[in-house]
């Protein structure tokens, strides 16, 4: 089966949305499923074409930016070239070009698969609000446009004001998640690069430096949880320096943090291996997520393959993990005591998952499951339509 998948970034870019389209595009290419991922240039160094793990990328140029959207001129042309050839199309949204394809596999009578990642609320600012409404917008019309949506809970759909009309077209898939192998002299080299002190309790927190990702809760909980935890420590995986359209976030975080010293790390991003070795050292994995730009959270799934507990907000989809595997807290939502109370409880009860639990999770998330998953939904699909 020739499969297109289309989104706004693609690797190296690093995100929930592109981490999931990247393992999904690999895991379907070992299948032995032709896939092509159309995207964007959105850094000129990278190249138009390449084929990476199976998977043939082919990056358009960037005219200009709307926030954390893209324009490509060179779009529709490329992309209707595509749909000729393809058997099925999988959007990933929120993407400002997702109507256009969508219409377009319509006209060229090829199914089309909306992968919704999350309801889309932009930062303040006219500039961020246009372009929240032009996105929302193209995933109005391509919603509507598609023969099936996946997503990853029905918690999460069921709650979404987006997803709750589309209820029908509902296929629930869990995201494909893995944890990258690791050894004992990986977690050392983590610790020494750096700087982990021996003794600490590591409070984990994987994500970019972004308003929906609630970061300003877990640093106002802070103060609480070393009153009674004076050796906790925060280290936080992801970029924190040049996030789009997040700037104004930062410099606002930035002097709260540097108020907590070495009790608060940047690590800046990560490899796979890195981030495997960083979850062994963490005591729980924290996510204060705000809103349902948030739909679920993969790195709690991350860390609980790897046998770290997580204190996650009571957000549609997002309290799911800790909800169905019983490791962790659920708190609310924009509550820094709560957090704080949650984050103490996790850490002074000394919980960790166990190996059993490790396995389920590892099987029922793996890109192979979810693969399969999708490779059943594409055939259906394009039976109806043949």
């Not at 690093?14 to 999904?24: D, F, H, I």
């Not at 159309?38 to 160094?45: E, F, V």
């Not at 400002?96 to 600012?125: E, F």
Request: aromatic share 6%; net charge neutral.
């Amino acid at each position: 089966m020739k499969i297109l998948i289309a989104l706004t970034y693609y690797q190296p870019h690093k995100s929930g949305l592109t981490v999931y389209a990247v393992r999904q595009a690999c895991a379907l290419a070992a299948m032995g499923h032709e896939v092509i991922v159309l995207t964007s240039q959105y850094d000129r160094s990278l190249p138009a074409n390449e084929r990476t793990t199976g998977v043939e990328v082919i990056r358009l140029p960037v005219a200009f930016r709307l926030s954390k959207g893209v324009i490509m001129p060179r779009m529709p042309l490329k992309a209707w070239q595509l749909i000729k050839e393809a058997d099925v199309i999988n959007l990933h949204v929120p993407q400002m070009d997702a109507a256009l394809i969508a219409l377009l596999s319509k006209l060229r009578k090829k199914p089309v698969v909306l992968t919704y990642h999350c309801d889309l609320q932009m930062p303040a600012g006219g500039f961020n609000q246009l372009a929240g409404r032009a996105a929302n917008l193209a995933n109005r019309i391509s919603a509507h446009l598609a023969d099936a949506i996946v997503h990853n809970t029905r918690d999460f759909a069921e709650q979404s004001p987006f997803l709750k009309r589309f209820l029908g077209k509902l296929t629930v898939i869990q995201p494909p998640i893995i944890g990258a192998p690791v050894s004992q002299a990986d977690v050392d080299a983590f610790e020494k690069k750096y700087g982990i002190i021996s003794g600490r309790r590591i409070i984990g927190m994987v994500a970019r430096l972004a308003t929906e990702k609630g970061v300003e809760y877990l640093i106002q909980a802070m103060p609480e949880v070393l009153e009674s935890m004076p050796e906790t420590q925060v280290i936080f995986v992801g970029e924190y320096q040049r996030v789009f359209g997040e700037q104004a976030y930062r410099e606002k975080l930035l002097p709260m943090i540097d108020a907590l010293g070495d009790h608060w790390l940047f690590s800046g991003v990560v490899s796979e291996r890195e981030k495997s070795a960083f979850y062994q050292i963490c005591d729980v994995l924290v996510l204060p997520s705000i809103n349902s730009t948030e739909s679920f959270g993969m790195v709690q799934v991350e860390a609980l393959i790897s046998g770290a507990p997580v204190v996650a907000t009571d957000l549609p989809g997002v309290r799911q993990p800790v909800k169905t595997t019983g490791m962790g807290k659920i708190v609310p939502v924009m509550d820094a005591q709560a957090l704080a109370q949650g984050i103490l409880s996790v850490l002074q009860s000394g919980l960790r998952v166990s190996p059993d639990q490790i396995e389920r999770i590892t099987t029922h998330y793996s890109p192979q499951t979810v693969a399969e998953a999708y490779d059943r939904l594409y055939r259906q699909l394009v039976e109806d339509h043949a």
